[in-house]
């Protein structure tokens, strides 16, 4: 059965995890390659998993030292961003580098969250932005992060499993891509559907 949420007896101690930190680091390097791909030139989906948000609950434990008080916050902030075992959730990212081309390119992208869909064999899942904030600013400006939830229906989680091409898409008027989702991807996330 996959997980789907991470409690209080998952989190190991943080000796034993700056312990193993560089292995797991470096494992969690090859986890996060499959899991991501881009979109277009500027967007980077990367698939979010429970061994995703686990590591990065031990990573923000590690570097923030705040403690068991700090546990309850990160499981918190977390735990909504791990598959529930009908969906696919995403952290997208707008990559560049420049600070004034970043700034002029997210001032234009109000409401890319609302673009994004995922296509296979007929079946389009319109991801559902995550209600923690708000991603676009009232004067139109998105953030360079966004996390997104796409919801599947067992019909949808069956035809997903079986596809032999699946479509990631943006279709914003200022950032229009689609690009297809590269197998060892799709083998990945299909671990993300129980």
Request: some cysteine.
């Amino acid at each position: 059965m996959t997980k789907t949420e991470i409690t209080r007896d998952d989190i190991i101690s943080m000796e034993e995890y700056s312990a193993g930190r560089k292995e797991s680091r470096a494992r969690m390097t090859g986890v996060k390659r499959t899991r991501r791909m881009a979109c277009g030139p500027d967007a980077m989906f990367f698939f979010e998993s429970y061994e995703t948000m686990w590591h990065q609950v031990h990573e923000m434990l590690f570097i923030e030292k705040g403690g068991e008080e700090q546990i309850p916050d990160e499981l918190s902030a977390y735990n909504p961003l791990i598959p529930n075992g009908c969906e696919l959730v995403a952290t997208l990212m707008f990559e560049i580098d420049d600070p004034q081309r970043r700034a002029a390119f997210l001032a234009g992208l109000g409401g890319v969250e609302e673009t994004i869909t995922i296509e296979f064999d007929g079946e389009t899942v319109k991801g559902v932005p995550e209600e923690d904030v708000d991603r676009t600013t009232a004067d139109g400006k998105a953030s360079s992060v966004q996390f997104i939830h796409f919801p599947f229906t067992d019909e949808q989680v069956k035809k997903f499993k079986a596809a032999d091409r699946i479509m990631v898409g943006i279709a914003h008027a200022k950032y229009g891509h689609i690009s297809i989702m590269p197998e060892e991807t799709k083998a990945a996330l299909v671990s993300d559907f129980s």
